[in-house]
């Protein structure tokens, strides 16, 4: 069996210290048997940039993607696009958070209590199929809020891993081993 390659997905490919943070990703890799596909920044060519990313998703095997809070209360929108890429061209997709609280744990502004008030939580594999959206809460402009810790989109179609980029790296090679 070949090296399953790996695409990271996350905003701090563009942090000032993202050589330091993708030389641990590579040796995280590594240790865990896997082969990280960089996608080289295309310097002020957005357009390079976008193409390094969409080769990345489109070769890899298993997609891995920061989904922490980026500049607000929602994840960086670059890879929550690359990971639809992902979903489309049929990749394996791993998350990893911070907080696995549900969004109504983690929503800190003004909510109030839906009529129904049925809560379940949806990162438990016996709920996995029963929906994603809160039939308890809902924001002060009266959208409902999710169940999952992601809005519904990210979290229906990824396996979520509480910490970083190594946790999610271990958490596939315990799937790829069969191993749970």
Request: hydrophobic share 35%.
């Amino acid at each position: 069996m070949s090296t399953p390659k790996v695409c990271l997905c996350t905003p701090q490919r563009y942090a000032p210290n993202w050589e330091a943070q993708l030389a641990a990703c590579r040796d995280a890799c590594r240790e865990q048997g896997f082969l990280l596909l960089e996608a080289p920044l295309g310097g002020t060519d957005n357009s390079a940039d976008f193409t390094a990313l969409m080769d990345a998703v489109r070769g890899c095997d298993l997609l891995i993607a920061d989904m922490n809070n980026f500049r607000g209360w929602e994840p960086d929108s670059g890879a929550c696009f690359a990971l639809g890429a992902g979903y489309v061209w049929g990749k394996k997709i791993y998350l990893y958070l911070d907080d696995l609280r549900s969004c109504v744990e983690k929503f800190t502004e003004e909510k109030y209590p839906d009529q129904d008030r049925e809560q379940m939580d949806i990162t438990d594999p016996q709920n996995q199929k029963k929906g994603t959206v809160s039939k308890g809460w809902r924001d002060r402009d009266g959208i409902v809020l999710e169940n999952g810790p992601l809005n519904l989109m990210m979290s229906a179609h990824g396996i979520m891993v509480q910490g970083g980029f190594a946790d999610a790296l271990r958490r596939a090679k315990q799937d790829l081993e069969g191993v749970r």
